[in-house]
């Protein structure tokens, strides 16, 4: 976010370690568009900037969410509320034209448990798979050089939401929306069995789509009532999961490899440790507080190395 582009250890991490940066919340919808249909673009604009001054590339997240939107939507006829989805649409994608290498579209379609698609402002108003479509149409013809991407999460954790989600891409595809890629989120559980990972990579696989693992992270926190593991116990789980997620992404044909993105740098820069989530002791992304590499660090260039 803008404010961490004002912290110069910040600065210097993301500059030594990344060639790709995602705007974690102040290009989304909510920071965008007011609840009286005004636009802002201060912080996306600064973010495109330090993209373009640094020689990144910029990930633009995302364009439909399903979490927001619902006020400024509100009240709106079928016509109007079409006419105005368009129209967000070939703004934002319109205005980073050019800017961005690419966008998550459309962001966490597919139910939390698997189970068919999400009901919300927009499938009601434009049909469950009818508003992705139209916006991936929409996206193409305001950025056509952009790679779009359906993106989601939990896909490795829940076979059943994985198989869900790929069902879908299949289904849009040969209604014929312009999907780019894929692009799986991976915030990881680390108890997931060994294997998991590595087999839903092989399955997003086989549509021949770049993947995007778009925010990995990986908590030591369990949900457990009870958890007797050590650290330790809890960070060899994390290693080899990330590790395991690594390798299987370094197998993909390099075409398929579009990019690795971690869901921030430093374990205090993560939503994980914010507010009531934060006990002080996870460890979820590469860096400590201090900006040294952490355990998970080593475990990412193992997995790219093997």
């Given at each position: 976010m803008t404010g961490q582009l004002d912290d110069p250890r910040w600065v210097r991490l993301a500059t030594t370690h990344f060639s790709q940066l995602t705007p974690e919340w102040e290009m989304k919808m909510e920071y965008i568009l007011s609840d009286d249909g005004s636009y802002r673009f201060q912080a996306p604009d600064r973010l495109a900037t330090f993209c373009a001054t640094n020689g990144m590339r910029l990930?633009?997240?995302?364009?439909?969410?399903?979490?927001?939107?619902?006020?400024?939507?509100?009240?709106?006829?079928?016509?109007?509320f079409a006419a105005a989805y368009d129209h967000y649409i070939a703004t934002v994608a319109g205005r980073y034209r050019g800017r961005?290498?690419?966008w998550d579209v459309v962001n966490e379609a597919i139910a939390e448990d698997g189970n068919g698609l999400r009901d919300c402002h927009w499938s009601r108003a434009l049909g469950q798979d009818g508003y992705m479509i139209r916006a991936f149409e929409q996206a193409k013809l305001a950025d056509p050089g952009a790679v779009l991407f359906l993106n989601d999460y939990n896909l490795e954790n829940n076979p059943r939401k994985g198989a869900t989600f790929l069902r879908t891409v299949e289904r849009l595809l040969r209604a014929g929306a312009p999907i780019g890629g894929i692009g799986t989120q991976s915030h990881l559980?680390?108890?997931?069995?060994?294997?998991?990972t590595a087999a839903f990579m092989r399955d997003a696989a086989a549509f021949g789509l770049p993947i995007h693992v778009s925010?990995?992270?990986?908590s030591l926190n369990s949900e457990r009532r009870l958890d007797t593991r050590s650290p330790g116990q809890k960070l060899a789980r994390q290693q080899a999961r990330v590790t395991e997620l690594a390798q299987a992404f370094?197998?993909?044909p390099a075409a398929q490899r579009f990019a690795f993105t971690v869901w921030g740098i430093r374990d205090t820069d993560s939503w994980l440790r914010r507010g009531e989530r934060d006990d002080g002791r996870d460890s979820p992304l590469l860096f400590n507080a201090a900006g040294r590499p952490n355990p998970m660090?080593?475990?990412?260039a193992?997995?790219?190395q093997s």
């Open positions: 990930h633009g997240h995302a364009l439909i969410w399903f979490s927001q939107g619902v006020k400024a939507f509100a009240g709106l006829d079928q016509a109007r961005v290498a690419s559980d680390i108890d997931i069995p060994a294997g998991q925010e990995l992270d990986a370094s197998d993909l660090f080593g475990a990412l193992d997995g790219f």
